[in-house]
């Protein structure tokens, strides 16, 4: 619901697509005149998937799914050089030791 909520609101024109120029223009709303123009345009293109410059739903949805993916493995990442690489990220805010590993001397996660 949120995520619809937000792709309408970068539908201005409300045709079921956001175009470059909308992502713009709101980018701006949202982040203020200091938002460089580069990071807004990359971010577009980073969504618009097929290259017709503009991000249907579904492309807004997919892209959403692979920025929380990426941001996943990254503090997957983190957890593994700070506690071994039995360590994961647990989805909320911690760093965990896979199943069947426990914490052990210098917070490693051993077997």
Not at 48 to 58: C, H, L
Not at 64 to 79: D, P, S
Not at 86 to 95: P, V, W
């Amino acid at each position: 619901k949120e995520l619809r909520q937000t792709f309408d609101m970068y539908d201005i024109d409300q045709d079921g697509a956001i175009s470059l120029a909308e992502n713009l223009q709101v980018d701006r709303q949202l982040h203020g005149d200091e938002y460089a123009e580069a990071d807004s345009k990359k971010s577009f293109r980073e969504f618009d998937q097929s290259r017709d410059d503009k991000v249907t739903w579904k492309e807004f949805r997919e892209g959403i799914v692979r920025q929380q993916l990426a941001l996943i493995e990254g503090y997957n990442q983190q957890c593994q050089e700070q506690h071994g690489p039995h360590a994961e990220f647990d989805g909320e805010a911690a760093c965990v030791c896979k199943e069947g590993f426990t914490v052990g001397d210098g917070d490693q996660c051993v077997a």
